[in-house]
């Protein structure tokens, strides 16, 4: 996390913190010597918490033929670690508040339930870790939203009793901040003192989602991903939408098949609300869980009769045109190839003008890109090609559709981004490229310079069609490539072209 934003984060005088017990149970945690007494002289002292570890140890997630009729009984049956995690569960959602500065802190709380139910379902089928951990894992994933809720107010003001959408809050934290909730969530617990074996998958839970180098992630980290990303469907008002894309996001990054979501949320659905009650959040609707069942059976019944179908993969293209088929990837790159980046362009102009939101393009082209094979050997073009979409495809979001436009030009679509977005779009593409070098056969490193235009139509009406937004971005391209190093450049009609290097170049 940058210095800018942990300045804010420490400047905040209002940043929610641990109450007593939960800071009495913080040092137990991280002592090897607690004992059954220390725990259950620290829980006692609470009486609402003492008596939610009895209800929670007499519910259908611990069902047992006796009923716990004390807090021994109910420590015993959790163990040390279980009873500090469920304990802290409890404690940690009641020390943030009630009320958010854009934000309905029901709505946030519902959401985290959700996905702390899911992230042991998950856990007991991909990760080596107790369920009460990931329990308190996947209900704290997202307590950096609260934290910059409290520190940065204008980031949600408008996001109040609107769907909580985990893509749309981490993409206005993206370009509020260049920085989302994960990192300042685990910049807080670590100002908690919580375990490290707590903030750890927290930290990293959203690099799965940014198509990152999976085998540097930990199966926690992809349980906590996966979680957060399917509870989506506890809050959102599509449920079916958003339920088709984490089945398709959640399946590339841990190979879940529709039975075993249908498992999942057959469970999660099943304690949801009995838990929901036990953490004091409003359902509002007592018929949310059944619904989402009965969707979700729907849905992966649809799913399962698709994959049996012949010719499937070109249905699911056909169905999507936002995703392109073989006929319209560039082969050297894998990338959409530019007759498709112009369709959906044309589509995408269209909606920004139907429904008022923004729409940004980059163009990006790299520097002396002629002289590659000539200074390192044949093939190094190719090899260049190859390294630029993979950056592409790592830095931008999953919205974005990236392609090869011509012979070293890069095109990339923004749909839903303002200027303020773009500007750190770009920014974000010279770091990383300043930051990644291809490495060749022989070992050695090429940092790549690279040329961006971009332009943003929002509303304007001087945009009548897709090729004036076009013409614009060429127009900053051309510009960038006028100056030396990494450099991208801003169309804007009023100042016409706003050159920007590198931060620090």
């Known amino acids: 996390m940058d210095d800018k934003l942990s300045t804010l984060l420490r400047g905040c005088t209002n940043l929610p913190s641990p109450p007593a017990v939960a800071a009495r149970i913080i040092e137990l945690s991280a002592s090897s010597a607690s004992t059954l007494g220390d725990v259950a002289d620290a829980v006692s002292i609470d009486p609402a918490l003492s008596a939610k570890l009895l209800r929670m140890a007499n519910s259908p997630l611990y069902a047992r033929q006796r009923k716990v009729e004390n807090l021994r009984q109910a420590i015993l049956l959790f163990g040390i670690e279980g009873t500090l995690n469920i304990a802290l569960s409890f404690s940690l959602k009641n020390s943030s508040g009630r009320r958010g500065n854009g934000l309905d802190y029901n709505e946030y709380w519902k959401r985290s339930l959700a996905s702390a139910l899911l992230c042991q379902e998950f856990g007991r089928r991909y990760a080596e870790v107790s369920k009460d951990s990931l329990f308190l894992i996947g209900l704290l994933q997202d307590i950096g939203v609260i934290a910059l809720d409290k520190a940065s107010p204008e980031i949600y003001r408008d996001m109040h009793g609107k769907e909580l959408s985990h893509r749309a809050l981490c993409q206005r934290e993206l370009e509020y901040l260049g920085e989302d909730h994960a990192m300042v969530g685990a910049w807080l617990l670590n100002e908690w003192n919580l375990p490290q074996a707590i903030i750890d998958p927290i930290a990293k839970s959203h690099q799965s989602m940014d198509q990152a180098d999976q085998r540097n992630l930990s199966s926690i980290s992809r349980c906590v991903a996966a979680a957060s990303i399917l509870a989506d469907i506890f809050v959102a008002g599509e449920i079916d939408r958003c339920l088709n894309y984490a089945?398709?996001?959640?399946?590339?990054?841990?190979?879940?098949?529709?039975?075993?979501?249908?498992?999942?949320?057959?469970?999660?659905?099943?304690?949801?609300?009995?838990?929901?009650?036990?953490?004091?959040?409003?359902?509002?609707?007592?018929?949310?869980?059944?619904?989402?069942?009965?969707?979700?059976?729907?849905?992966?019944?649809?799913?399962?009769?698709?994959?049996?179908?012949?010719?499937?993969?070109?249905?699911?293209?056909?169905?999507?045109?936002?995703?392109?088929?073989?006929?319209?990837?560039?082969?050297?790159?894998?990338?959409?190839?530019?007759?498709?980046?112009?369709?959906?362009?044309?589509?995408?102009?269209?909606?920004?003008?139907?429904?008022?939101?923004?729409?940004?393009?980059?163009?990006?082209?790299?520097?002396?890109?002629s002289q590659l094979n000539a200074n390192y050997g044949t093939g190094t073009t190719d090899a260049m090609l190859r390294h630029i979409a993979a950056l592409l495809e790592q830095t931008m979001r999953d919205t974005d559709t990236c392609s090869r436009f011509c012979s070293e030009e890069f095109a990339v679509l923004l749909p839903g981004i303002d200027k303020h977005g773009m500007e750190i779009a770009c920014q974000r593409l010279l770091s990383k490229f300043s930051e990644t070098p291809l490495i060749l056969p022989n070992g050695k490193q090429i940092t790549q310079d690279i040329c961006v235009g971009a332009a943003v139509c929002y509303g304007e009406s001087y945009y009548n069609k897709p090729e004036q937004l076009l013409s614009n971005v060429e127009e900053a391209l051309y510009e960038a490539r006028r100056n030396d190093g990494n450099r991208y450049c801003l169309f804007s009609r009023e100042e016409r072209i706003t050159p920007m290097m590198l931060t620090g170049s």
């Open 247 to 369: 089945v398709k996001t959640i399946s590339g990054f841990l190979s879940t098949s529709n039975d075993e979501f249908h498992e999942i949320i057959d469970t999660v659905t099943a304690n949801f609300t009995d838990m929901a009650s036990m953490f004091d959040i409003e359902l509002y609707d007592s018929t949310l869980a059944d619904e989402i069942m009965a969707q979700a059976k729907e849905i992966l019944i649809m799913r399962n009769l698709s994959h049996d179908a012949p010719g499937k993969d070109k249905q699911a293209t056909d169905s999507n045109p936002a995703v392109p088929g073989t006929a319209d990837r560039d082969p050297a790159t894998g990338l959409a190839n530019r007759t498709f980046f112009k369709k959906l362009l044309a589509q995408e102009f269209e909606n920004s003008r139907k429904y008022e939101w923004p729409l940004g393009v980059i163009l990006l082209s790299p520097r002396e890109f």
